[in-house]
């Protein structure tokens, strides 16, 4: 992996970390704040509801049975307000009776949620709407989820112009190494004096400087050597000549005694 690519990648992370914890703790203040909205309080009325749901099931044999068709636990369920809706729902999550003109889903939605028990055990779930709580109830989810979608939208467009900062400066900052390389990978191949681009004041300049200061001094020193082998080639040319010739001239000699020497004996 490239030190371009790293670079970037650990800028995405530190930016992707930021905006999560940027993110989670708007949220969470955001939302502290949405659920201390004032809704209308039904918590008597809905615990009063639920004791009167209780004692119809007690008095039905400990059962819902036929409590859709009793207009009795309608009216019960639908308490006081004539705008109300009410879903009852058994321990099982199954439909025991649902009344008014709001459909189940609305219903469980955005209205107040009652558990009923009797005896300590869980026998039903009494979920009951009304306009005025509906309504105050809409807008705090309302505001809650578009500050959720405000939110992430911000983070989503501030997390990409951060990531093409992060790349463009990834790239800016490791341009010298990559006019550098070149320049290594000549010299590297024996082609001395080569000399780099030094186009930054930073360390990347002086590194740049440094290596063509080496590049320079190395051909110089390869200069030196081949003008000194020159040099003593030149040197010791004359008297290995001289030598040779010296060589030479004593074999001949030798070539021209040896017969003589040999007549004088046989005579």
Same mark, same amino acid.
């Given at each position: ?25 708007? =949220?969470? %203040?955001?939302?502290? +704040?949405? $659920? ?9 009325? !809905?615990? @009063?509801? &639920? ?89 705090? =989810?309302? %505001?809650?989820?578009? +500050?959720? $979608? ?9 997390? !990409?112009? @951060?990531? &093409? ?91 021209? %005694? ?10």
């Amino acid at each position: 992996m490239t030190i371009r690519r790293r670079l970037f990648l650990a800028m995405a992370g530190l930016i992707a970390l930021m905006g999560i914890i940027f993110a989670g703790l708007t =949220l969470f %203040v955001a939302r502290g +704040v949405i $659920v201390h909205f004032p809704i209308a309080d039904r918590s008597a009325e !809905l615990r @009063a509801i &639920a004791e009167q749901a209780a004692n119809f099931y007690v008095e039905n044999g400990n059962s819902w049975s036929n409590a859709a068709q009793d207009d009795r636990l309608k009216t019960v369920v639908l308490g006081k307000r004539q705008d109300s809706s009410a879903l009852l729902l058994a321990a099982d999550g199954s439909a025991i009776l649902h009344a008014g003109d709001k459909s189940a889903g609305m219903i469980r939605r955005f209205g107040a949620r009652e558990r009923i028990e009797r005896d300590g055990v869980h026998i039903a779930d009494l979920y009951y709407y009304d306009e005025e709580a509906a309504r105050l109830k809409i807008i705090q =989810l309302g %505001v809650g989820d578009s +500050v959720t $979608v405000l939110l992430l939208a911000s983070v989503a467009v501030v997390g !990409l112009i @951060a990531l &093409a900062a992060a790349w463009r400066t990834a790239r800016r900052l490791t341009e010298p190494i990559h006019a550098l390389m070149p320049a290594i990978e000549r010299l590297g191949a024996g082609e001395l004096g080569v000399q780099a681009p030094a186009v930054t004041r930073d360390e990347f300049g002086r590194l740049a400087a440094a290596f063509n200061a080496m590049s320079t001094q190395l051909m110089r020193y390869e200069t030196a050597r081949r003008n000194q082998t020159a040099d003593i080639a030149h040197e010791l040319r004359t008297p290995l000549a001289i030598m040779r010739g010296q060589l030479e001239e004593l074999q001949q000699r030798g070539e021209a %005694v040896r017969p003589g020497c040999c007549r004088s004996r046989t005579s």
